[in-house]
C-alpha cells in the first residue's frame, strides 16, 4: 500500500484548485505540472539548475487560459479528474514526472 506523501497531496490539491479558478472541467496533466512546478521542492530544484521559473509558468497559464474545451458550460460542479485516473495513477504520474525531470537536467549539466 502506498504511504500517503503530503508534498503529493499538496501537488493534487493546487492542481484541483486551478482548474476551479479557471473553471474548468477537468483537472488535466497541464494543471498537474503547473501545480507541481510551483510547490517548493519541485521549484526550488528547477530555480537551482537556472530554469525561468517566471516565464514557465506565465507559458503554463497561457496555454491553460486557451483551452475553452476545457471550460464547463455549468460550472456549478467539482472538476472531474479524467476517468482514467484514480490517486494511485496521479502519484505514479509524479513520481515519474519529477525522475523525467531529473535525468533531463542532469543530461543538460552534462552536456554543458
Known sequence: MLQPNPEIQAVINNATELAINKEHE??????LL????????FSKFLDSFGVDLDAMTDEIHLYL?????????????YPRKRTAWNAHL???????????????????????
Not at 477537468?26 to 494543471?31: D, F, G, K, M, P
Open 26 to 31: 477537468y483537472v488535466t496533466l497541464e494543471h
Open 34 to 41: 503547473l501545480a507541481m512546478i510551483t510547490t517548493d521542492p
Open 65 to 77: 487560459d486557451q483551452q475553452t474545451h476545457l471550460v464547463s458550460g455549468n460550472f456549478d460542479a
Open 90 to 112: 496521479i502519484v505514479h504520474l509524479l513520481r515519474c514526472c519529477l525522475t523525467v525531470a531529473s535525468l533531463c537536467v542532469a543530461l543538460i549539466c552534462l552536456s554543458v
